[in-house]
Nanobody, 129 residues
Framework: QVQLVESGGGLVQTGGSLRLSCAAS????????MAWFRQAPGKERVFVAR????????YYADSVKGRFTISRDNARNTVYLQMNNLKPEDTAVYFC??????????????????????WGQGTQVTVSS
């Protein structure tokens, strides 16, 4: 079993920045593919970004490309989501997720909720207009 805890959410103005963190425990973090999803009120949970175990292979949803950056620090068992140029439509609860897996370079994989086994409780991000 893997435990994931998100932090770093808050209220920001349009154009501002936030960095979310997700701390993992209970399993070898460096062996996991990690991802961020988000869910706005009344909407389904959607994919944001994912990163391979070694941090080299990343993939982003079109809605956040060029604005968000996913990264990880395996020594600290933590994955991050740096969010820049935030927009009101980014307002959502952000969840981190993880699973054991292999990402083939160049393939756009591991973007579905069903791809992931472990989930955090979420952290609220609100972007005011």
């Amino acid at each position: 079993q893997v435990q994931l805890v998100e932090s770093g959410g808050g209220l920001v103005q349009t154009g501002g920045s936030l960095r979310l963190s997700c701390a993992a425990s209970g399993r070898t973090f460096s062996s996991l593919v990690m991802a961020w999803f988000r869910q706005a009120p009344g909407k389904e949970r959607v994919f944001v970004a994912r990163i391979a175990w070694n941090g080299a292979l990343t993939y982003y949803a079109d809605s956040v490309k060029g604005r968000f950056t996913i990264s990880r620090d395996n020594a600290r068992n933590t994955v991050y989501l740096q969010m820049n140029n935030l927009k009101p439509e980014d307002t959502a609860v952000y969840f981190c997720a993880g699973r054991a897996g292999l990402i083939v370079p160049g393939e756009r994989t591991y973007y579905r909720q069903s791809d992931y086994d472990y989930w955090g409780q979420g952290t609220q991000v609100t972007v005011s207009s």
